[in-house]
T-cell receptor, first 115, second 112 residues
Framework: GAGVSQSPRYKVAKRGQDVALRCDPI?????LFWYQQALGQGPEFLTYFQNEAQLDKSGLPSDRFFAERPEGSVSTLKIQRTQKEDSAVYLC?????????????FGSGTQLSVL | KQEVTQIPAALSVPEGENLVLNCSFTDSAIYNLQWFRQDPGKGLTSLLL???SQREQTSGRLNASLDKSSGRSTLYIAASQPGDSATYLCAVNRDSNYQLIWGAGTKLIIKP
């Protein structure tokens, strides 16, 4: 596609529900990142994929958070047993190669509200 | 631990003015620094990327400078327009690591 696409755009969940957030990166992009952005703050790194390999998941806040990219393209971020503190905008970004001297392309994000 | 600070948190100026946004970082050992723009309800758009060996980058009315030794970067916007209104964030890559360390952003409002 023309850009990074994320769905859903908004998600409201009751505390304790499981949610799944989808990211379609730009076709052919090797690197894919997930970030969490709280209101008024910069994004916080969650996890990084190079193709289908999850090379770094050190930013995932707890074992309730799980991400996958099984075929090296679409990625899903799953949050189990959501808590109020999980409320944030979840951003996905992709980059053509693995090198960090290239610009990142971001999706519009999924705004998650946990009630 | 690398920390990135952006001051001011918010800025409002009349249309047509030239302005400077500031970004400071605590560890000068960076690989590159990027400036992003974020519009309400939208993702981030990369504006400029400065490699650690570079002093500045320019794109249209935007100019970003980097002074590693003092831990500072500035984003200069010339002849500001209402369409420039957005939140501007800077982020640093430490060494060749892919993890970006972000500032909290400066919310810019350009008044017509």
């Amino acid at each position: 596609g023309a850009g990074v696409s994320q769905s859903p755009r908004y998600k409201v969940a009751k505390r304790g529900q499981d949610v799944a957030l989808r990211c379609d990166p730009i076709s052919g992009h090797v690197s894919l990142f997930w970030y969490q952005q709280a209101l008024g703050q910069g994004p916080e790194f969650l996890t990084y994929f190079q193709n289908e390999a999850q090379l770094d998941k050190s930013g995932l806040p707890s074992d309730r958070f799980f991400a996958e990219r099984p075929e090296g393209s679409v990625s899903t971020l799953k949050i189990q047993r959501t808590q109020k503190e999980d409320s944030a905008v979840y951003l996905c970004a992709s980059r053509p190669e693995g090198a960090s001297n290239e610009k990142l392309f971001f999706g519009s994000g999924t705004q998650l509200s946990v009630l | 631990k690398q920390e990135v600070t952006q001051i001011p948190a918010a800025l409002s100026v009349p249309e047509g003015e030239n302005l400077v946004l500031n970004c400071s970082f605590t560890d000068s050992a960076i690989y590159n620094l990027q400036w992003f723009r974020q519009d309400p309800g939208k993702g981030l758009t990369s504006l400029l990327l400065i490699q650690s060996s570079q002093r500045e980058q320019t794109s249209g009315r935007l100019n970003a400078s980097l002074d590693k030794s003092s831990g500072r970067s500035t984003l200069y916007i010339a002849a500001s327009q209402p369409g420039d209104s957005a939140t501007y964030l800077c982020a640093v890559n430490r060494d060749s690591n892919y993890q970006l360390i972000w500032g909290a952003g400066t919310k810019l409002i350009i008044k017509p």
